[in-house]
């Protein structure tokens, strides 16, 4: 099936720092979704994009529908000690269910 | 409370043992999926279902089977569980194909 490439694999900052992350995919897709996932539960949707080029924000994590529909980021701004967790990028390609995830991003934030 | 109630949360079995983890939502959603979870290889999706009586394969349904009698359930059935099918799995359930995907908390699974 279809790879997401995630990257990067896992980040160590300080607190306050400012934290990017992307994914990338060989096939154009319709949807961006990026996720966050605390140990022992399930993933949480953080921001959804839905349109080439959009760029969405909501508190501190801003994210952007890259423009050749094959990419997307995330940043997250003035990182704080409950930021830890693992984000995942996902896409969608048509107007299905089927739903790629990329592998993951291990973010941890030093006090 | 918006729920996606999967069970069980943990379970140890025995290769070839059948087994079936249920997945029940509150939400009258149409869409539910099955995924796994896997170290170094994030959620792959197994099957998902558009609506009752309407199911299709995702990317890794080998050695799964699923059905959805009705709107809110969507089991997971492991015919002949082996030990490459230990993993966390995860339900999940959305009102439409853009709309917000709700994820249960997860059921860990060990073949043995």
């Known amino acids: 099936g279809q790879q997401l490439n995630q990257s990067p694999q896992s980040m160590f900052i300080q607190e306050g720092e400012d934290v990017s992350m992307n994914c990338t995919s060989s096939?154009?897709?319709?949807?961006w979704l990026w996720y966050k996932q605390d140990p022992g539960e399930g993933p949480v949707l953080l921001i959804a994009?839905?349109?080439?080029?959009e760029l969405t924000s909501n508190g501190r994590l801003t994210a952007q529908f890259g423009i050749t529909r094959k990419d997307s980021f995330l940043n997250i701004s003035a990182s704080i000690p409950s930021d830890v967790g693992i984000y995942f990028c996902?896409?969608?390609?048509?107007?299905?269910?089927?739903?790629?995830f990329g592998k993951g991003t291990l973010l941890t934030v030093n006090p | 409370e918006a729920q996606v109630t999967q069970n069980p949360r943990y379970l140890i079995t025995v290769t070839g043992k059948k087994l079936t983890v249920t997945c029940s939502q509150n939400m009258n959603h149409e869409y539910m999926s099955w995924y796994r979870q896997d170290p170094g290889l994030g959620l792959r999706q197994i099957y998902y279902s558009m609506n009752v009586e309407v199911t299709d394969k995702g990317d890794v349904p080998e050695g799964y089977k699923v059905s959805r009698k009705e709107k809110r359930n969507f089991p997971l059935i492991l015919e002949s569980p082996s030990p490459n099918q230990t993993s966390l799995y995860f339900c999940?359930?959305?009102?439409?194909?853009?709309?917000?995907?709700?994820f249960g908390e997860g059921s860990w699974l060990t073949v043995v």
């Open positions: 994009l839905y349109k080439a080029g």
């Open positions: 996902a896409g969608r390609e048509g107007s299905n269910y089927k739903l790629t």
């Open positions: 999940a359930s959305s009102s439409g194909v853009g709309n917000t995907i709700y």
């Open positions: 096939s154009i897709f319709n949807t």
